[in-house]
């Protein structure tokens, strides 16, 4: 399994064009003036199925051919690329099968079921969570769609980057949160490639900081129990996107708890956007390491918006 | 005081342009699907502020002589007409003196005091705002600048809608949530002048429908005690405002608490987006009455985004 290359981010933007949203770039007065830098957030969280998975399933399940097609697709998540997937499949006509922790979060759960798959849910290890999915592929014979140790999976969600950067090619940094790497990777790729110079960082909660301790130490180490509120980002690091993330990333910078809640308060009372605590996770970062973005224009992709707000404690807002 | 018309509204829009956002319209197929309607929402929860308030505030303190504004500018609000006045009042180097209800959550109380407003609390009463208000005045010299019986407030506010049409002349029907009738009053004159067979409908919770019990009466009936999640509509109609809204609107139509809660979540979790109670009253108004809005083009005002989040209670959601 080889590393998508730009070719295949803009061939991943034409095949998804006017499938997915070409989603808004907001900025904040005020946040500007906080952090004292200019910062251009991708809002990923107005993407459909309100997150940036959407770009990945539909590029991945628009390259099946028809008879892959016709035994439905599966997988296993936490939640996002669940409905992802689960959107891809109804819009191509076929029947997806989803494997989620029962710990996920209501909204999404929900959510799945609206767009017709099967959920299956298991203990929230990625042992179960395998050992479940093995179970459903072999009964169903459906084509598993990894959530991001997959190239068709990692160019679709490149395409998020891509249309930032078209937009906005002077940027001098880009920054995305890292949870499996599908999106920081195809975000590597496209920017490494589009504009050589700009700086490119991964964002990660110090709680689930997998990603920062494996490209530190140069060999993949994952999470073990990584307790975090940023839900999206409970994943570790996969063959795959720890081979790109090491060749293309200029760092990986963390952020605490306490920072993600004053990054997602921050963009709730000032942008007036809802965002997931994953999605805040960039600007927590910000927040937390203001030299490395003073002064600078910085792309920050808010990676999605299902929060279940019922759930949620907004008492240390 | 007489009432403004279209000459006013357009002439508001020329003098604000450039200090005012042009809001954005957003539209959500899953709450199309629904509620069987076209709906297209001017997001005013973008407005500088958070709030529609701003438009008001700065056209009716450009209008003020340099002599005026000397002695600054003063009002009671239980909120977000506060933060609008005390902007617009730092924008035209002026101070701001604002008489707030000692219950008005505390973000709008904090972003009042960031604009560098000087606040006075009173009780929570029209009789305890308008005392406070006097001593204040007549300590300060201050002009007095009311949050809706005053023309240049009600044609500041209609340039919402009068963006709203020019971008969308098609509309059907056009509803803004009611509190004292500057942002009703402002839309109906604005829309009754540019498109005269356009529907143009009030939205107010049923637990502070005295403008309803008002228009059907045929006289001004304030709300006594109102009890509703809708903060900024707790406010009751002026004379000026009884007349416009007397004069063009089709009709008022209200909604329960749990539609209200209801339309927030809709707009929270299928637009991503941060709206106060009072914002949502329009489509909670559509939930509840349908057959009103079936297969029509509406354009809905969402007044406000100012949440207190760390207060308000999601566990309904």
Redesign the interface.
Known sequence: MNAPKIEGIIKAHERILGHVHKTPVLSSESINSITQSHLLFKCE??QKV?AFKFRGATNAVKKLSTDELSRGVCTHSSGNHAQALSLAAKQAGTKAYIVMPETAPR?KVNAVKSYGADIFFCKPTLAAREEKLEEVQKRTGAHFIHPYNHPDIIAGQGTAAFELINDYPDLDLIMAPVGGGGLMGGTSIAAHSMAPSMEIYGAEPANADDAKRSLESGRLIPSVNPNTIADGLLTSLSDLTFQILSDKLDGILTCTEDSILQAM?LI??RM???VEPSGAVPLAVVLEHPDVFRNKRCGLIISG?NLD??R?D????
């Open positions: 969280n107005f309100g909204i308060k709730y009372e007036k956007i809802v918006g707000l019922a949620f907004f008492s240390a807002f």
